[in-house]
């Protein structure tokens, strides 16, 4: 991979971090978030390919990234059933409707 394309491919990492950054903090819907947090996760599954083909060793980020998206697929289950009981116990996925939290 030539330094130019590792530029474009970092250019829409950082892209997608903020993307997914801004996302996350400027909305209170549960859902919203969850997306958010998803495009984060896909911007550094990216950058771990790309560094792992610049580096020379692109079986290792193959690895790492099968690792990654592994636990991002349990990350965003465990989510989901949270925001899935939030919506049940308040009626809505808006952060700022919810009811009082038992301790």
Known sequence: MSPDIFWIF??????LLIMGIYGMLV???LLRILIGLEIVMKGVTLFVIAAGHLSGQP???QSMVIT???VEVVVM???AGIVISFQRENDSLH???AK???G
Do not use: D, Q
């Open 10 to 15: 970092t250019s829409v990492f950082a892209l």
């Open 27 to 29: 909305t209170f819907n």
């Open 59 to 61: 079986a290792l980020a």
């Open 68 to 70: 990654i998206i592994i």
């Open 77 to 79: 289950i465990i989510a």
């Open 95 to 97: 952060v700022r409707s």
């Open 100 to 102: 009082r939290m038992k």
